[in-house]
């Protein structure tokens, strides 16, 4: 029984698990329509084939007893475990406001969280300098995107 959780102190055996359930949750929002078919469908396929692969190599490290305990957490690392966390829940924040307000104000806000987070300074004026950086390179986006390329952008479905 401890060779089996062994297993999930494996990077192979755990990237496995990662992709597959990333490849099943891809795999079940795919829907019927013509544009969501070949793109979303190879690309969930490509997903399956590598979390087949890091499983079949963990397996075979498993039954040869060969498996490598990489996953060591040491104390240095808990800041950035807490920062990729942090970033995590900022990005699901971001997906809330792309359902409520539409593609350029959640990505305003993602920017503008983002860079106040990770910003090293915590003062007024940095705040201030990261929503002026982010209104600019969302401006910037803006234009580009909607005058140049003609790429249409989630809308709000709150606000109309």
């Known amino acids: 029984m401890t060779k089996f959780f062994k297993l999930f102190q494996d990077t192979d055996f755990l990237t496995g698990l990662l992709t597959l359930a990333i490849a099943s949750l891809s795999y079940a929002g795919i829907g019927d329509d013509m544009k969501d078919w070949v793109f979303p469908l190879m690309a969930c396929y490509t997903l ?31 800041p950035s475990i807490l920062n990729v966390i942090f970033f995590s829940l900022i990005v699901f924040g971001f997906l809330f406001a792309l359902f409520a307000f539409g593609f350029w104000i959640a990505s305003l806000l993602l920017l503008w969280v ?20 982010s209104l600019i390179a969302c401006g910037v986006a803006y234009i580009v995107f909607t005058h140049i390329f003609y790429v249409p952008f989630p809308e709000s479905r709150i606000f109309g």
């Not at 692969?53 to 490290?61: A, D, E, H, P, Y």
């Not at 007893?65 to 808990?78: G, M, P, R, V, Y």
């Not at 983002?114 to 950086?133: A, D, G, N, P, R």
């Open 114 to 133: 983002s860079i106040s987070y990770f910003s090293v300074e915590k003062k007024v004026s940095t705040y201030i300098k990261s929503l002026v950086i």
């Open 48 to 78: 399956f084939s590598i979390s087949a692969v890091f499983l079949i190599k963990s397996l075979i490290k498993f039954f040869q007893n060969n498996i490598e305990k990489n996953i060591i957490l040491s104390q240095e690392q808990i």
